[in-house]
Nanobody, 126 residues
């Protein structure tokens, strides 16, 4: 059974850094498309960063490009999100998501992913 467990969320001041982790079990992470999403009440879910097995490519939302870094540890079967220069607008519940690589490609739409973690809260104060 596929399970995703996020951790690392906290309250920080603007300009600070956090590192989120998503521990995966029940499958080999390298064969799955992986993504970090975030959501705040009243707003649409936003895809923040993605790690795609084909070529181990990474992709970022414009809002976090240059500040966030997604990475994968094959040995630990864990996905990470390093967040630097945090802003109050980064405040949200952060979720990791996964779906087995299909037809050699991954997508960035949240509705495409079929496995989700429970989320970890990030709060950035000004």
């Amino acid at each position: 059974q596929v399970q995703l467990v996020e951790s690392g969320g906290a309250s920080v001041q603007a300009g600070g850094s956090l590192s989120l982790s998503c521990a995966a079990s029940g499958y080999t992470i390298t064969s799955y498309c992986m993504g970090w999403f975030r959501q705040t009440p009243g707003k649409e879910r936003e895809g923040v960063a993605f790690f795609f097995p084909p070529g181990r490519s990474t992709h970022y939302a414009d809002s976090v490009k240059g500040r966030f870094t997604i990475s994968l540890d094959n040995v630990k079967n864990t996905l990470y999100l390093q967040m630097n220069s945090l802003k109050p607008d980064d405040t949200a519940m952060y979720y990791c998501a996964a779906r087995r690589l299909f037809a050699g490609s991954c997508v960035r739409e949240g509705s495409w992913y079929n496995y989700w973690g429970q989320g970890t809260q990030v709060t950035v104060s000004s």
